[in-house]
């Protein structure tokens, strides 16, 4: 069965100080993997996505992340956040059918 | 144009009430879901229905009865509402049934059982 793990449940961080996410999955199958943002008291946003090809995968908002399959990582990086960047980022794993298994996300704390 | 919207954002009621949480998508899809987030955060996938038929049922109460009117809408009726049915319920739209597809979400039903 699929499993994503987020090794960290809040990240602080300072404005325009690089920052990485981590997550690692676990899967049986061919794998797809996302990052989603949640802003306070909002919906999930998906800030990228990989299916196949490339391992370094570009987002919105600045973030990429790397998938490493020998590693059974998908970390997320920004080399420079803001502060609007404050919000709860999940990342998930495509377990069939569209049906998404998160992890159980990571805050990300920025500060001035 | 919000792309996914349900209806109430917020509710509080009382333990043993039936209530209802409406959803509709002007996206197109075919498919849609509903997804709970608890209070810890974590987000599991409730029910996902593909051109108004069940596919995915992740072994939720049968008091929750999801239905599906037509492609843009899947509202999710609660009956007899216990103290842990309070979180946030995410409705949920994508495009087919690949694995790669891009989910959309809405922006959330806050219920509090009180």
């Known amino acids: 069965a699929q499993s994503v793990t987020q090794l960290d449940s809040q990240v602080p961080v300072f404005e325009e100080a690089p920052v990485e996410l981590r997550c690692n999955y676990s899967?049986?199958?061919?794998?797809?993997l996302f990052w989603y943002v949640q802003y306070p008291n909002q919906g999930l946003q998906l800030l990228l996505k990989?299916?196949?090809?490339?391992?370094l995968v570009k987002g919105i908002n600045g973030f990429e992340a790397e998938f490493n399959k020998s590693q059974t990582s998908f970390h997320l990086r920004k080399p420079s956040v803001h502060i609007s960047d404050t919000a709860e980022y999940f990342c998930?794993?495509?377990?069939?059918?569209?049906?998404?298994?998160f992890g159980t996300g990571t805050r990300l704390l920025v500060s001035p | 144009d919000t792309a996914v919207s349900q209806t109430p954002k917020y509710l509080v009621t009382q333990m043993g009430n039936d209530k209802s949480i409406k959803c509709e998508q002007n996206?197109?899809?075919?498919?849609m879901y509903w997804y709970k987030q608890d209070s810890k955060k974590f987000l599991k996938i409730m029910f996902s229905?593909?051109?108004?038929?069940?596919?995915i049922n992740e072994t939720v109460p049968n008091r929750f009865s999801p239905k599906s009117p037509d492609k843009a809408h899947l509202n999710l009726h609660i009956n007899s509402l216990e103290l842990g049915d309070s979180a946030v319920y995410f409705c949920?739209?994508?495009?087919?049934?690949?694995?790669?597809?891009?989910?959309?979400f809405g922006e959330g039903s806050w219920l509090t059982v009180v």
């Open positions: 899967s049986s199958v061919s794998v797809y």
């Open positions: 998930a794993v495509s377990a069939g059918f569209q049906k998404l298994v």
């Open positions: 996206l197109g899809h075919d498919t």
């Open positions: 229905y593909n051109n108004k038929e069940l596919i």
């Open positions: 990989y299916l196949s090809g490339s391992t």
């Open positions: 949920a739209s994508s495009q087919g049934t690949d694995s790669g597809n891009t989910i959309y």
